[in-house]
């Protein structure tokens, strides 16, 4: 059983930062790309950020492009998202996802429960 359990969501003010965690079980993490994706209220659920086995590769968005960087950790089984000048659009349920490298929702097989992200203004 695959699992993925995101942490680090919350509410914060404008010009914020927060750091989304995101473990994985029941795998072996290091086989695969980690993605994170969004989906707020009434949207579809949108690409953020990806980050390739190795780590040596990510791509983001370009709305969260220059604030906001994925990295991981592949002795820890840990995604992490750091997001920087958080801005009101920002606010959406963040989901960390486990797959082939890409932007694209199709890609990921296996997705967290996800994380509620709130930006004040």
């Known amino acids: 059983q695959v699992q993925l359990v995101e942490s680090g969501g919350g509410l914060v003010q404008a010009g914020g930062s927060l750091r989304l965690s995101c473990t994985t079980s029941?795998?072996?993490?290091?086989?695969?790309?980690m993605a994170w994706f969004r989906q707020a209220p009434g949207k579809d659920r949108e690409f953020v950020a990806t980050?390739?086995?190795?780590?040596?590769?990510?791509a983001q968005a370009d709305s969260v492009k220059g604030r906001f960087t994925i990295s991981r950790d592949n002795a820890k089984n840990t995604v992490y998202l750091q997001m920087n000048s958080l801005k009101p659009e920002d606010t959406a349920v963040y989901y960390c996802?486990?797959?082939?490298?890409?932007?694209?929702?199709?890609?990921?097989?296996?997705w967290g429960q996800g994380t509620q992200v709130t930006v004040s203004s």
């Open positions: 996802a486990a797959g082939s490298y890409s932007r694209l929702k199709a890609s990921y097989s296996y």
């Open positions: 029941g795998r072996t993490f290091s086989s695969g790309a």
């Open positions: 980050i390739t086995r190795s780590g040596t590769n990510t």
